[in-house]
């Protein structure tokens, strides 16, 4: 069973910054893709963010471009994923979960998901 575990996430005023964190298994995070979606209340999950299983490719929702930054820890070993999250608007509050897959795209999440963790961001 894969298991991807997240960390971070909390309340922020708006302009504030946060960082998520998600740790999957070693042979999860040398093969997969690994991103991020969302969900806000009433709505839809949607698209954050995706970084390549070699790092090679990232994409990001036009919605949190320059403004979120995905890294994974391929060299260190460390099997993480991160999501620093800055100039935090209110409209970015959600339920961000962690997927990993092995083609993440806007439209095609991977078949793994993480238990989810709440960003709340304050006018």
């Known amino acids: 069973q894969v298991q991807l575990v997240e960390s971070g996430g909390g309340l922020v005023q708006t302009g504030g910054s946060l960082r998520l964190s998600c740790t999957a298994s070693?042979?999860?995070?040398?093969?997969?893709?690994m991103g991020w979606f969302r969900q806000a209340p009433g709505k839809e999950r949607e698209f954050v963010a995706t970084r390549s299983w070699n790092g090679a490719l990232t994409v990001y929702a036009t919605s949190v471009k320059g403004r979120f930054t995905i890294s994974r820890d391929n060299a260190n070993y460390t099997n993480t994923v991160t999501l620093q999250m800055n100039n935090l608007k209110p409209e970015d509050t959600a339920v961000y979960y962690c997927?990993?897959?092995?083609?993440?795209?806007?439209?095609?999440?991977?078949?793994?998901w993480g238990q989810g963790t709440q960003v709340t961001v304050s006018s």
């Open positions: 070693r042979r999860v995070f040398s093969t997969q893709d």
């Open positions: 997927n990993a897959g092995p083609r993440i795209s806007s439209r095609n999440p991977g078949d793994y």
